[in-house]
């Protein structure tokens, strides 16, 4: 059997995902027997390849940039799991949303800036008016919630996906857990 | 001499159950180990039937009823826990998170609150609702507890444990619909109100919305168990 091909992607969330997800620890290496991770922050791949198997995304959609990256990432992945709080239902990211991306940036460049007062405008992309979960984008096979899930959750999980087992979601895990 | 008690038997999820006439279906299932999610009742308070979580489905009638508030009646056949039933619990549960702005893991309740353990119970991975994300206040102007209007689900524990138990009547709720909040006294702030600083409503509230400004950190761990025997003491003298 040829090994799956496995992408992690960071949108708008903290890194706490991939953190935990690397708290597999010596179980990845009985992992890296079935899976090849082609495209992630810890490996060098700058482009998104054109054929995933499996696609973990930590992160809510924040700016235009996540808004293309996650379609993209549909576009070629077969089976696409949100990781984490973030990926599903916005969580702390979205705890702007109350309040207009305008307001937000003032209060922390203008405001609450001591010295070189300005709003970012040049390489980092736009915010979008709200932060959504991905699924209000693109369609998501599977929900693994947790902040973050805890590393026995991603293990127990990935073998079931891997290996094409059954997989109780909520048996392993919640909101905010 | 006979003890004349007016004893009711019908059906919960085909096991056949006795019960006193006058106890609601939520006490009888509850008696026989049957399990219907709850949310707005808590025991010791009266029922107001709010979140719907409870319905149950009774043969032969095409309306869904609320477990905590429908009295047994003789040979009711109820169902429990039906596809429809689950369908129905599911959308409750998405339509209370998408409501306001309840993010668990920065919540003063993360781990000790029903809502949160009714989405994982109930298998709620997602919300398929956008979020309303409305702005809404938190009110830290008393001295020991403070009201984050963001997580509360308007079950009204807190109207009713301040008005049956405390009686006081602090607590209310004001407006309508989706704009409905819960108020002290005539909507002033919670510092200034008549509340007695009991804190049985802190200990009522299912979620982090109501809380104890000493707690830090997700260890708020609510105890309203001592609203029954409260209740029993009460009755006894």
């Known amino acids: ?177 | 001499m006979s003890v004349d008690v007016d004893v009711k038997t019908l059906v919960i999820d085909e096991q056949e159950v006795s019960a006193r006439a006058g106890q609601t279906i939520l006490e009888v299932a509850r008696e026989n180990e049957i399990d219907i999610p709850t949310l707005c009742h808590l025991e010791g308070l009266s029922s107001v039937g709010a979140c719907r979580l409870c319905l149950v489905e009774i043969k032969g009638s095409n309306k869904l009823l609320p477990a905590c508030v429908a009295t047994v009646q003789e040979g009711m056949e109820v169902s429990t826990n039906t596809e429809r039933l689950r369908k129905h619990r599911l959308t409750i549960l998405e339509l209370l998170f998408a409501e306001r702005n309840h993010i668990c893991s920065v919540c003063v309740s993360n781990g000790h609150c029903d809502l949160q353990a009714l989405g994982q119970s109930q298998g709620l991975t997602h919300v398929r609702l956008p979020y309303r994300n409305p702005g809404l206040a938190v009110d830290a102007s008393h001295e020991r507890f403070t009201v984050d209007h963001n997580r509360c689900i308007l079950c009204t524990r807190c109207v009713r444990v301040c008005a049956e138990i405390e009686g006081a009547h602090v607590w209310d709720v004001m407006g309508r619909g989706i704009n409905s909040i819960v108020i002290t006294d005539l909507n002033e702030s919670w510092g200034s109100s008549s509340c007695t600083r009991c804190g049985k409503c802190v200990q009522c509230c299912p979620t982090g919305a109501l809380f104890d400004k000493s707690k830090i950190g997700s260890d708020h761990p609510k105890y309203p168990d001592f609203l029954p025997y409260l209740n029993l003491m009460r009755e006894a003298q």
């Open chain 1, 1 to 177: 059997m040829s090994k799956l091909k496995v992408a992690t992607v960071w949108l708008d969330g903290c890194s706490g995902c991939h953190m935990s997800f690397l708290d597999i620890d010596e179980r990845l290496i009985a992992l890296a027997e079935l899976i090849d991770v082609v495209y992630s922050p810890i490996v060098d791949t700058k482009e998104f390849p054109d054929e995933v198997d499996i696609a973990l995304v930590e992160g809510a959609v924040a700016s235009v940039d996540d808004e293309k990256k996650i379609k993209k990432i549909r576009a070629h992945t077969k089976t696409l799991i949100a990781m984490g709080d973030c990926a599903i239902t916005g969580n702390v990211p979205s705890m702007r949303n109350p309040f207009s991306p305008e307001a937000i940036l003032n209060r922390a460049y203008i405001e609450n800036a001591s010295a070189q007062q300005q709003i970012p405008c040049v390489v980092v992309p736009k915010l979008l008016k709200v932060v959504r979960p991905i699924h209000e984008f693109v369609k998501v096979d599977v929900f693994l919630p947790g902040c973050p899930p805890s590393a026995d959750t991603f293990h127990t999980a990935l073998v079931a996906l891997v290996t094409g087992g059954p997989l109780d979601i909520s048996a392993l895990t919640r909101f905010g857990a």
